[in-house]
């Protein structure tokens, strides 16, 4: 059986937890006024988040496990990386949608996985909470021309960033708690299993037969002889 793609390596969402946690720290707290700047690093994240979801794709290979939807975040991230650093020199109205739909499409994707892909209901509240804040504050950024000029977006932007990073990090340590209870349950199975098939192999042991006492011998009784009724002459 394919396993999903929320059961991917714990490392691979605490990583991208990182990346995105620096990247959020750095956007509030980083007084950077240059708008060029911030794409720039905006870019270069979603181009590195992209790269590990490419690392999760190949490995996903190698086990014979579900990448599609690896392949398309993959390809969404990077995708959306290369277009804001190819237009850099442009207004900020075009990164403000860019970013805005960014975090619109993956907050999608994030209700998608936790609806679809995921069976606990930690890991579902998880996922699709995060999307529909994801989907939120899209909308907001869209929807707020005036954060343009002053490039406030980027800080709703990396505001979401925090939270998804933060929630790529519960979700990895609670991914690698998961991995460990079902490799013990999986042990255990395998433990029982073996013993059943012992046991079905292994042949009943047979009750003791009572031998039959042995006959004694008859001594047969030679036929008597029959007296003769002739007269003698």
Same mark, same amino acid.
């Given at each position: 059986?394919?396993?999903?793609?929320?059961? $991917?390596?714990?490392?691979?969402?605490?990583?991208?937890?990182?990346?995105?946690?620096?990247?959020?720290?750095?956007?509030?707290?980083?007084?950077?006024? $240059?708008?060029?700047?911030?794409?720039?690093?905006?870019g270069t994240v979603l181009l590195g988040l992209g790269v590990i979801e490419l690392f999760n794709l190949l490995r996903r290979t190698v086990l014979k496990e579900t990448w599609g939807l690896s392949l398309a975040l993959a390809v969404f991230e990077i995708a959306v990386a290369f277009t804001l650093l190819f237009t850099l020199d442009m207004n900020s109205v075009l990164h403000l949608a860019i970013i805005a739909s960014y975090v619109v499409v993956r907050g999608l994707l994030e209700i998608l996985i936790g609806l679809r892909s995921v069976d606990d209901r930690t890991d579902k509240f998880i996922w699709t909470g995060l999307g529909v804040i994801g989907c939120i504050m899209g909308f907001v950024i869209l929807n707020s021309e005036t954060f343009a000029e002053s490039i406030g977006f980027i800080k709703v932007f990396g505001s979401y960033m925090m939270l998804a990073g933060f929630t790529h990090l519960i979700y990895g340590v609670h991914n690698n708690?998961?991995?460990?209870?079902?490799?013990?349950?999986?042990?255990a199975s395998a433990k029982r299993s073996a013993s059943k098939r012992s046991a079905v192999r292994k042949p009943a042991a047979k009750a003791p037969t009572k031998k039959a006492p042995a006959k004694k011998l008859v001594a047969k009784k030679a036929p008597a002889k029959k007296k003769s009724t002739s007269r003698k002459k």
């Open positions: 059986m394919k396993r999903k793609y929320v059961d $991917s390596h714990w490392l691979i969402f605490a990583v991208q937890g990182v990346f995105m946690l620096l990247f959020g720290w750095f956007t509030m707290f980083a007084n950077v006024e $240059s708008l060029n700047t911030l794409v720039a690093v905006i708690d998961q991995a460990k209870i079902l490799k013990e349950q999986r042990t």
